[in-house]
């Protein structure tokens, strides 16, 4: 059985067909309407999707923000243009006429990373830095959802309490500092108005303020790990998202890491799935909700 995967994030929207070997056929991807309305997201997904739905017999979509009894709620409503509400599931099985289910993306891509770990731990922590800085956490092999679809939000623990407000409405969340949009949000004079890539590329060009930025991130991250390591005891965490998968960007985590007292080390692993995690975890989950 063919699964219509869709990952919605804060800068892009992908969809997949995955069978059920974990195999991603006709990927598609497109970027996030800029637009605040429900009407331009629904627009988007059915424009991403139709080349796709015949061959599909459910779908599981991976999303940024809460999913709770299948709507999406924005922790960071900047994250996908100020939308706060969305009838996720719902607005899917109208688009498509096929049953639907909707997760978190970071708990989705958690899902995946954890079947690709072979399943070596029972206490696996995924964490994702890109456009925000979400999480996902398996405990004793059980992927935790929460009972309001909050565990997992790691990007708005606290990094600095003199730091940034983030648009959750908290003072210094890592998320604030770290993610794609924290890193942009701080950048002052040439750096002013560039995206995280490009002050990525400026970082690597040797940018004095650019590699600052960068590396303040990676500290927060840093932290943020071992903060986890502290409450879960895990055994690896695996890092994912456009920020945590730039070139040179997990080293310095790990360099930073190193620096915290040995009893929160932790090994640190690149995402394997990269950027397809997400889809693929969310049809993992779907080959056992929707059978």
Known sequence: ???L???L???KLAAA???????IRQRRERPTPASQTPDALKA?????VAPLVSEACRVAVASTGIIRDGTLRAINPQNLGGLLHFALVNTLENITGLPAIAINDAQAAAWAEYHAFDKRVSEFIFITISTGVGGGIVCNGTLQQGQGGLAGHVGHTLADPQGPRCGCGRVGCVEAIASGRGIAAQARGDLAGLDARAIFTQAAAGHVQAQQLVERSARAVARLIADLKATTDCGCVVVGGSVGLAENYLSQVQGFLAEEPSVYHVEVYAAHHRHDAGLLGAALLAQGALE
Do not use: P
Not at 17 to 23: A, H, N, Q
Not at 44 to 48: I, V
């Open 5 to 7: 995967a869709i990952d």
């Open 17 to 23: 067909l995955v069978d059920e070997s974990g195999r």
């Open 44 to 48: 988007a997904l059915t424009d991403l």
């Open 9 to 11: 994030g804060g800068t």
């Open 1 to 3: 059985m063919t699964t």
